[in-house]
């Protein structure tokens, strides 16, 4: 039986969720792909931290330790910001290493680079995780682009956006009380910014961007509007109205080819897909020449829903491998 | 480069869609495929209906000029009954021919055995267009089965009898008139006893019960209930109430391994993800370990993406395909 030697670059929650669910379905992955899968090394901060995992592991906080290991296959990078995650997966590609990122930041600027060199290097990259958690968006937008042509994306990206305005709703709490929610919670980040000033959403966005059109809109002639600014009243008044704010992220191209995209809160009906999207769930409405529109709903965020994203990921690389010649 | 050659077995509305797309995106396919294909021979009952085919595709009432042509290496099959397709497409697979199909009635009884049969003579088999018109659920699921576990499916797949139930809401029509309206639309086949009793549903579940659990449940032990003895007055009644009739199918696994499987029509509120699938739209939630709920929505019938559908199929089966050896 052929092996695969992985590491997991951040150990946050989507990096531990990537190797809870590589252990737990480790036979299962087997029968799958024919390859054993190891965690064999995870990059960490903090090497003293206490961590639920296997003592033949290698928990290291030098990326050297990693890259030098001429066994590892694929890296899993789950970092947040974009350095030093660029440099670290510019290196493993370099080394002929597949990778599997989460980083939607780093992704949103360096993907298109990081694709181009994983081609001339001959590996693969998942991407899946960057943009809307367990929802196979990146997979789904992949598989059409064969046959079909997408014009038009638009989504609820950013689940503590969708979060939040859900809690005000519901429960008539401030912006400010809803957002302490959510961190409590565990949805947003110690520092919230990127997520309710919309940059979390326009990142994704141009990640979908690359994929569906091949390039993105100037970064500059996209407006950007989060969610800082809106009322619990606001909210209040619309539900009365039985309308519902959502955030949402834009993208199309016109006949032209000239891509627009946008990104803020907007009011929709009952009518609307988004409608009924609520708490943490993203939503994202695909459409095709051919297809027309196609809707995907799910949690946009979490360790397992965005670690089997990264695992989905992994199932498809193990896939495009080519066999190993066999010496006769 | 490398080409392909299909034939299309069943000339309808799908049939027909494949062809216009296979033929509209020839260049794209070409590029993303690596192969050139081609629309070779067309199985149709009656060879002197008009039809917008082009001169140097044969048009052939006698599946022998198909499946005795050694260059057929791909046939798509859209015929609507049981048989002659599932003997068709046995012979197609025992003759090395790659098969994708739409039909549900033949693929939830003999779908098992096709796949058993086409692994056996190493050919792939399609059935994405079989369940869902457009909507990629047979992908989806196939991708999730990897590294999670799918527990349980809820699905609106019949178009015909969501039209039904939205025209009786929207315009207060009886079941007759809008049965009427969906068969002038082209929606119903113009034998909608499948579509209204329920039975259309039952099969495309038994496919999905097939893909996600390895098994079906007894076919017997499945309730199916259609939508044939709702009345206009309950409709409008319900929403009155905000509630909408929506027509589901089921299946799910218990912890001991055991399906239970249901068909029939509920009543949702606009909470529920499939509240606002209006028209012949088509929607699955899909719920499993990891990723928790993922749903699907897009349209459930049609020429272009039922036919989308297929050609996304045919790209997967180029995609798997053994490189030709090449003698050196």
Redesign the interface.
Known sequence: MPSIKAAIIGFGTVGEGVYK?VNE?RQ??KQ??GYSIEIASILVRDVNTKRAVAPSVLVTDSIDDILNDPEIDIIFEAIVDEEPAYTYLSQAIEKGIHIITANKKMFAKHGPALLKHAEFRDVQVGFEATTAG???II??IE???????VHRVQGILNGTSNFILTAMRDEGVTFEEALHHAQKKGFAEADPTDDISGSDAFYKLMVVSSLAFDEQPEWEEVSVVGIDHIQTDDVLEASKAELRYRHVAEIRIDDEGKLSGKVGPVLLD????F????GVDNAIIVE????????????GA?M??T???M??D???IIRQLKPVPVLS
Chains 1, 2 share one sequence.
Do not use: C, F, M
């Open positions: 669910i379905k299962q992955l799958h792909t367990g929802i196979p997979r789904t598989n059409l682009l064969a046959g079909d042509r009952a009518e609307h897909p409608y009924a999207i609520d095709t020449d051919y297809l027309g529109k196609l809707t995907l709903i799910g949690p979490g397992y829903p670690g089997s994203a695992v989905a992994l199932v498809h």
